[in-house]
């Protein structure tokens, strides 16, 4: 494997492994011309992460990857499990030049217009970065007043593994997403609940269609354009009321949520309205921040604290581009991005001249 590339891929979840075959597809060689560099020890990306009980049949839907569609046999079996195996029959596949464990510590303009990848596995350079690691690495929580003095449990999703682990004791679920909704229906069939959540959430009803689909990609793209944060993406979403947990949840009537607390204290949370809600465990639900703090010496932060994108290519930077970023932040996007930054790549490194017809 040549520590000199063409382009380097960071990530090889969905996002980056999009990208590993458009690349191929565009005419760069594996391993001679273009490499991606894994932090895990294994094939999956962030799936392999996810709670046990998170089954095919709850998740949003797990979008094929390009030229290899994904045929489970059943929707009970567990996401952990499966999609890691199509990511893992996908590489081996199209013998995409994976390195893992390989964790990326910092990417550098080099002195010769190149780029320094510096990882724990060594340097590589390169003349173009495609960055990939999504947002699972980098799970947000919130700083309440008090949060360091609460005698209770304190975890995010990402550390969530059964609702089991929970009886008999009171979970405040703090967050409006889709997690924290399919998370609180799980525990409250085992132990007593309460959701809080920062705003009123916004119910959708029927089914989120295409012409939705593209309304909420337009106003992310619209925030990276100008700089911001990719916002949160339930935020302009809603939740469905048709998804089977969400459903149930009204029909059971744990779904009825409190505004978000004002402090903590050693065993609950309280508001300043005086109401206070004992706790013994907090689940913070609230999302994540993308995992991008290895570009800081590159100085792409926009003043909105984003980084500004003309769809995957970094404003004023065009050999670097963000995929899986803002509003590819999704299987499908992924996808489409991974391929479009591609074909830029192509147009910009290599000489003009005839594609192979297949990869």
Known sequence: ?????????????????????????????RRTEFVVL????APGGAWQHRWPS??????????????????????DRGAAEAVPAYFAAYERRFD????????????????????????????WT????????????RPFVPHYPGRELFRGR??????????????????VVVGGGASATQLLGEISRVTSTTWVTRRPPVWREGVFDENAGREVVAKVEAAVRDGRRPGSVVSLTGLL??????????DRGVLERLPMFDRITEDGVAWADGRFVTADVILWATGFRAAVSHLAPLNLRAPGGGIRLDGTQVVGEPRIHLVGYGPSASTIGANRAGQAAARALRRLLKEPGELPRSA
């Open 38 to 41: 894994d932090a895990d020890d």
């Open 126 to 137: 390169a003349r173009a970065i495609v960055n990939a690691t999504g947002t699972w690495t």
């Open 241 to 250: 009321t048709s998804t089977p947990y969400v459903r149930d949840g009204l």
């Open 154 to 171: 304190q975890l995010h999703t990402v550390d969530y593994r059964s609702a089991e682990e929970f009886a008999g004791r009171h979970v």
């Open 96 to 123: 995409l030049p994976v390195q893992r464990p390989v964790r990326v510590r910092a990417v550098r303009r080099a002195d010769d217009d190149r780029f320094r990848v510096e990882t724990d596995a060594g340097d």
């Open 54 to 75: 998170l089954t095919l049949g709850t998740t949003h839907r797990v979008h094929d990857l390009p030229g290899l569609p994904f045929s489970p046999d059943r929707d």
């Open 1 to 29: 494997m040549s520590s000199e590339v063409e382009v380097v891929v960071i990530g090889a979840g969905q996002a980056g492994l999009s990208t590993a075959w458009a690349l191929a597809r565009q005419g760069f060689a």
